[in-house]
């Protein structure tokens, strides 16, 4: 049997509230558990002493045991001091999706071509204006 240390979610709708239990890994979140060993509120303030309650003696022994804390449960252990956890990485957390990369290659390239455009917009009416002005010189002169 393999064992886990998980939240067991409690509290009402939008409230949350968690036990933090040992069970068996294949039962259910909120199912039957061997032991809890804290409790962690959500809704607290960050630095608020009873956000995260352990049992520290009773942490220790199920992870002594061979309990395998999820990934946010080992967190709280890694703030409490109970468990060293390594950090992950994920370099392409913040990079866009295929479509979305080309949908900003495609509005970049438009964005270059219209100031390309209005570049040259502005160049040609700047080497016709003087000749314009000639001309209409020459017909006040007449």
């Known amino acids: ?10 509290g ?35 630095d608020d002493e009873n956000r995260v309650r352990l049992v520290e003696d ?14 946010r449960v080992a ?9 060293e956890r390594k950090a992950t990485l994920n370099p392409q957390a913040g990079v866009p999706g295929k479509k979305a990369q080309e949908r900003a290659e495609e509005k970049a390239e438009k964005a270059r071509e219209a100031a ?14 003087p000749a314009g002005e000639a001309a209409a010189e020459e017909q006040t002169e007449a």
């Open 1 to 10: 049997m393999s064992v886990s240390m998980r939240l067991s979610r409690g």
């Open 12 to 46: 009402s709708k939008k409230r949350p509230y968690y036990k933090i239990v040992v069970s068996n890994s294949r039962a259910p979140r909120d199912g039957k558990y061997l032991e809890q060993v804290g409790t962690y509120n959500p809704l607290l303030a960050k």
């Open 58 to 71: 009773r942490v220790r022994y199920w992870l002594g045991v061979g309990a395998q804390p999820t990934d």
């Open 75 to 83: 967190r709280l252990l890694d703030k409490a001091g109970i468990k």
């Open 116 to 129: 390309e455009a209005a570049a040259a917009a502005s160049a040609a009416p700047a080497e016709e204006a």
